[in-house]
């Protein structure tokens, strides 16, 4: 078995105690490897991945990220390959980035007192979660284009041998984690890329594959990712 392949383990009972340490150890073992880098024994799938935790160690799960990233960019890879340079986008920074490149963001702040109101029995359906939501997903120049055009930038750079997307939390509802992977496919496919996701992403030949944010939200369905923390490493 390659070190990318998924290895369909079970996820700790959403009552134990996740160890944030432990996790991240082994999400670097896996990051380290030259066939996570080369994303190589892919068969050919999206070099997508997702790396889950409970809510409400984001905190901790923070200062895990940060250092990951500097752990990784000072560690050169077995096969001689240099250290990794990590593009981190933080979601709802670029939500922000995003507005205020369409010169719309002062607007937009300026009308949300005034929107936010309630339009269905839902609370995540109000007037001004709806004008984000048509801002973000619009036909042409979305935010997935934005995002899509810095990955490039940043690649052309040499800044962006692996890809982390934060802050998922921030941006729900109008920023939803399946359509954000969904827009970016086939857009970010020459580094791997890595969602960190505060809920469960489920996986299982039963019932297929769901990300549920804060394990709260209703799950939607996404099958392309691999869940990193159920990826094996060759020792």
Known sequence: MNSTAAVHSNHPHPTAKYDAPKEFEHVFEVMSQPSFLHMSGLGGEQPFYICDYPASSELEVREC???LVSRLQTTKYSDGSPAPRILRIDLFESVCEFLRHRGVL???IELEQRLHTQI???PMQDRFL???IGMVNATTNNLYD??????EQAFEDGEADI????GIGAVYPYVRGHTLLNNLQGRIERSPLVLFFPGTYAQSSASGSSMRL???VEADNYYRAKNIREVSVIH
């Not at 934005?146 to 990955?151: N, T």
């Not at 890809?163 to 934060?166: I, N, S, W």
């Open 65 to 67: 990220i940060d250092a």
């Open 106 to 108: 002062n607007r937009v």
């Open 120 to 122: 269905a029995a839902d």
């Open 130 to 132: 709806d004008l984000l």
């Open 146 to 151: 934005f995002l899509a055009e810095r990955y």
């Open 163 to 166: 890809v982390f997307l934060t």
């Open 214 to 216: 804060y394990d709260q």
